[in-house]
């Protein structure tokens, strides 16, 4: 009994209970399977500016949901598990999606506006920065001094890719840095226009 109330706890301190480990489940899905539709898929959903003037709008959207190979989509999935543990309750599910369609907004015209040599971008890792940024300012809104700490850990992480390029962990690979920065700053602007609720489980 004690070990079934032990694991019932730790579940739901890392917000894989009930409907929270169904959604994240539905996240991890979203973000892997794309990778069985091969390069083909990647290159018919990833960002490209031309395509998308020519009118395939999908792309805005399924770029955040293709990825480089196996290893960038695994790296994806990790940096979202770690978030969920954060700031899966930091809002309710609508107000999530809500969230992330404001920092897709964000990215894609960070990518429009303010990249047009930009030739073509696949991943999940902007959107990451955004949930990031818009959980730092639940912390703070909700009166916890830690999202003070996790946000200038933010900054400074950003700081580090404008000036000095990606972390080591992505040497080698193409990351454009740019787009944690938009993905940040439209997860900034939803955690400022949504209303965070005040449940936290540590």
Same mark, same amino acid.
């Given at each position: +009994?004690? *070990?079934?109330? *032990?694991? $019932?706890?730790?579940?739901?301190?890392?917000n =894989?209970?009930?409907?929270y480990?169904?959604?994240?489940? *539905?996240?991890?899905?979203?973000l892997?399977?794309?990778?069985?539709?091969?390069?083909?898929?990647? /290159? &018919?959903?990833?960002?490209?500016?031309? &395509?998308?003037?020519? %009118?395939?709008?999908?792309?805005?959207?399924t770029? !955040?949901?293709?990825?480089?190979?196996? !290893?960038?989509? #695994?790296?994806n999935? $990790?940096? #979202?598990?770690?978030?969920?543990?954060?700031?899966?309750?930091?809002?309710?599910p609508?107000?999530?999606?809500?969230?992330l369609?404001?920092? /897709?907004? $964000? @990215?894609?015209?960070?990518?429009? +506006? =303010?990249?047009?040599?930009?030739?073509?971008?696949?991943?999940?890792?902007?959107l990451?920065?955004? @949930?990031?940024?818009c959980?730092?300012? &639940?912390? @703070?809104?909700?009166?916890?001094?830690?999202g003070? @700490? $996790?946000?200038? =850990?933010? &900054?400074?992480?950003?700081?580090?890719?404008?000036?000095?390029?990606p972390?080591? =962990?992505m040497? %080698?690979?193409p990351?454009? *840095?740019?787009?944690h920065?938009? %993905?940040?700053?439209?997860?900034?602007?939803?955690?400022?226009?949504?209303?965070p609720r005040?449940?936290?489980?540590?």
């Amino acid at each position: +009994m004690n *070990t079934a109330r *032990t694991s $019932a706890g730790l579940a739901r301190r890392l917000n =894989l209970d009930g409907r929270y480990g169904f959604a994240l489940l *539905t996240c991890v899905v979203a973000l892997l399977a794309p990778l069985a539709g091969g390069d083909a898929l990647r /290159t &018919a959903w990833r960002y490209e500016r031309s &395509a998308v003037a020519a %009118g395939q709008w999908w792309r805005l959207l399924t770029a !955040h949901l293709a990825h480089l190979d196996a !290893h960038h989509a #695994l790296l994806n999935v $990790a940096g #979202l598990a770690l978030l969920w543990a954060l700031f899966a309750r930091s809002y309710s599910p609508l107000q999530w999606l809500l969230g992330l369609f404001i920092c /897709t907004l $964000a @990215i894609d015209a960070g990518f429009w +506006m =303010l990249a047009p040599g930009l030739q073509w971008y696949v991943g999940a890792s902007a959107l990451l920065h955004g @949930i990031f940024a818009c959980g730092c300012v &639940a912390w @703070i809104r909700s009166g916890d001094r830690l999202g003070f @700490i $996790a946000l200038v =850990l933010l &900054a400074a992480k950003l700081a580090w890719e404008h000036y000095g390029g990606p972390l080591p =962990l992505m040497a %080698g690979r193409p990351v454009v *840095t740019a787009s944690h920065l938009y %993905g940040a700053a439209g997860g900034l602007l939803a955690g400022v226009l949504l209303r965070p609720r005040h449940e936290r489980l540590y």
